[in-house]
């Protein structure tokens, strides 16, 4: 057996405040919810996968456009043809009383608003049962677990649940604890909501697909969809990254220089020693250490022109975009975790005394300029360059 297990579609996101960019740039960043969805479909109709189940959120409800809708009847009707059924819910975002199937086409199962498990069996015979439900209001806060039924007699048994582990409070999207799930005996969890991907237990995979596609900077990072396949009698998922549009926050060490020019191809240059080609990646930058620029361009920075500089010259560089420009008065510190930091703090405490550096001169000693240069030392100074070299990347 092998299926698709996707969530949070979030189709036609409206991806606000990203309008400064180009027009095709924008249009195509636009559209990126809807091709994560259509390359999912590719990938399920080229993989002849069983089946496909979307855990919720297919739309937002503010942006349940007619262009939505059109396009997900269309993706629809595609795995149709190709004879691969759909198992869908609603979740917290597109919730409604679910009477029919409306317009989808006939491959469609939708859940309704009450738990239900519907089966299907496979060509080699193999039988599965699906248990889901749609949010009929914008908030569950009852348990909806306990009314999942336990694994019987089927092959296979997997659970479609949008909803939120149990905190101490604001419980609003059906709360469940892993646990609970595992209780039930089933052989994979298809969760929806959480729009990072992640595993909530490995036996058996409790799984967030996380959305296709991320929408804001909040949702950073590698985003697509789990193809899940069976070896032996376990259910083994895979992630399989998607995205168009990746976003990324970066942080670059300003240049010391009073050059506008020689500044702004520095940072395009250390963006692009950054980034990968693919997929294309929106980018908040942060630059470092600005203290060591000029007035002049510290102005420049603080009041958006070097980020429209940046902007125009990299529109059609098909690699990255820089959305936002952050400064930063302190130095850059990529490589040092707290720990290492710490160790170091206290390390450099002991090094650099008066005592340490009088005994370093004193080997000096027949390189009287040397020595005297380094009496002369603010010890601060010291510390501060020795603290960068080694906090240097690679
Ligand atoms: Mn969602």
Redesign the pocket.
């Known amino acids: 057996m092998r299926f698709i297990h996707t ?2 579609l ?1 189709l036609d996101s409206p991806f606000l405040g990203l309008t400064s960019m180009p027009k095709p740039l924008w249009e195509r960043v636009h559209s990126s919810t809807f091709t994560a969805f259509q390359k999912i479909v590719d990938d399920a109709i080229a993989l002849k996968v069983d089946f496909i189940l979307i855990s ?2 297919i739309y937002d409800r503010d942006q349940q456009s007619i262009a939505a809708t059109d396009f997900f009847i269309k993706q629809c009707e595609r795995l149709n043809q190709a004879h691969i059924p759909v198992y869908l819910l609603y ?3 597109d919730y409604q009383i679910v009477q029919d199937t409306g317009e989808l086409p006939a491959n469609v199962h939708i859940f309704g608003n009450r738990v239900t498990t519907t089966t299907l069996t496979l060509a080699n015979h193999d039988s599965v049962a699906i248990s889901g439900f749609s949010y009929d209001q914008r908030w569950i806060q009852e348990d909806q677990v306990q009314k999942y039924p336990s694994k019987r007699n089927e092959t296979w048994h997997i659970g479609m649940l949008h909803g939120a582990v149990r905190q101490r409070q604001d419980n609003h999207y059906a709360p469940f604890t892993t646990d609970e799930l595992i209780a039930k005996n089933y052989d994979y969890w298809a969760l ?2 959480i ?1 990072k991907h992640q595993f909530l237990n490995e036996k058996p995979p409790i799984v967030y697909s996380g ?1 296709p596609q991320g929408r804001h900077k909040n949702e950073a990072g590698q985003h697509g969809y789990y193809l899940v396949e069976s070896q032996g009698n376990k259910l083994v998922p895979q992630f399989k990254p998607i995205a168009e549009i990746e976003w990324i926050s970066l942080t670059v060490n300003a240049l010391s220089t009073s050059n506008l020019a020689e500044v702004e191809r520095s940072l395009s240059q250390a963006i692009d020693g950054k980034l990968k080609n693919s997929p294309f990646q929106l980018v908040e930058l942060t630059i470092a250490n600005i203290e060591q620029l000029s007035p002049t361009i510290r102005h420049l920075l603080a009041n958006g022109d070097v980020l429209e500089h940046l902007q125009d010259q990299n529109a059609d560089n098909g690699k990255w975009w820089i959305y936002d420009l952050l400064l930063h008065q302190q130095n850059l510190l990529p490589s040092m975790t707290d720990l290492d930091e710490q160790y170091w703090q206290q390390a450099a405490q002991e090094v650099f005394t008066p005592a340490n550096i009088a005994e370093l001169t004193k080997s000096l000693a027949r390189d009287a300029d040397l020595a005297a240069k380094l009496t002369n030392l603010d010890l601060q100074q010291l510390k501060q360059a020795t603290t960068q070299l080694l906090r240097r990347e690679d």
């Open positions: 969530a949070d979030h919720g959120d979740g917290n975002h929806g909501h729009h959305n």
